[in-house]
């Protein structure tokens, strides 16, 4: 009768050495945890694929025209790059219950600079300064109205010292700055699930900053996490991407991997613990609230029987 042949080598056989040695690793799947799609990110890229037209179209004019129209799209690239900054300096000063207000106003330049750069085109196409003027601030209303304007005071939480307020906010810019940074180095590995799998240990991390936004007296407790181990974690990724990018070692990379997996189970876990501290503060102070009610109604009683 016959035998199927089952060999080390057969396809259908016995897993090969390495296989069977080699450690699990851990799925690296693409996660969209954390990431929401950009606000106005097709308006964008038209306003700055719009002045394009414009460096390509001025080199036939005359030369002050060419001159005028070529700062006039100048003016509308800086303008759009304002905007994508001053619109991510937004939705990151709307995901935090704590934010100082952005130290320069963006959106607002960008359209102040929009209705320069449309002026400047009209005045080159027409030289009527008083239709230049007009089209330039139509353009900037119309910016502004669309957009909005940058958001022009700090948020904090009711009942919170202003001191502590401002400490959670420093301390957690300083640590998007470090998260920022990690991200930027990750790119350079040129690997996207790595990227997913960073972008998922930086979720983690914001549902830390989340945390002490909600109760800045746990910003002593996550002081460490925010500070020594978060720029561990990028200086690691720094590192990362330099001997990843030469080499491209497959056991450097399963090395990082833990390395994320370690540290993202330990933000979590430090996460979680504040969480129930939080909770047993609560349950505290609902029991000296209890008493204190037990107590005053049995002395109102007992002045009642006394009377």
């Not at 991510?88 to 106003?105: H, L, T």
């Not at 590192?239 to 540290?263: E, N, S, W």
């Amino acid at each position: 009768m016959a035998k199927r042949y089952g060999g080390e080598f057969s396809p259908q056989g016995e897993s090969s050495r390495e296989s069977v040695t080699a450690p699990p690793a851990r799925p690296l799947e693409a996660s969209f945890k954390g990431r929401a799609p950009a606000r106005h990110g097709a308006k964008i890229n038209l306003l700055f694929i719009a002045p394009l037209g414009v460096f390509l179209t001025a080199f036939f004019q005359p030369t002050v025209a060419m001159v005028t129209d070529l700062a006039g799209g100048a003016v509308l690239l800086l303008a759009a790059w304002l905007l994508r900054d001053g619109i991510r300096a937004e939705d990151a000063y709307n995901e935090r219950k704590v934010a100082r207000r952005p130290a320069i106003p963006r959106k607002i330049f960008a359209s102040i600079l929009t209705g320069v750069g449309v002026g400047l085109l009209v005045f080159g196409g027409q030289w009527n300064l008083a239709t230049a003027l007009i089209a330039g601030a139509i353009s900037s209303a119309l910016h502004l109205f669309i957009f909005q304007p940058d958001p022009m005071k700090d948020k904090g939480l009711d009942g919170v010292d202003q001191f502590q307020t401002n400490r959670v906010a420093r301390k957690i810019e300083e640590a998007e700055t470090v998260l920022e940074a990690m991200k930027d180095a990750i790119h350079r590995a040129r690997d996207r699930q790595l990227e997913a799998r960073v972008d998922g240990f930086q979720a983690t991390v914001r549902e830390m900053f989340r945390t002490v936004e909600d109760d800045p007296r746990d910003l002593t407790g996550a002081r460490k996490y925010l500070g020594v181990y978060l720029q561990g974690a990028r200086d690691a990724t720094v590192k990362f991407a330099d001997i990843y990018g030469r080499g491209r070692d497959p056991q450097v990379r399963a090395d990082y991997v833990t390395l994320l997996d370690d540290l993202e189970t330990n933000f979590s876990a430090r996460t979680q613990r504040m969480l129930l501290d939080d909770r047993s503060d609560l349950d505290v102070e609902i029991e000296v609230l209890r008493d204190r009610l037990n107590r005053d109604n049995l002395i109102h009683e007992r002045g009642q029987t006394h009377e």
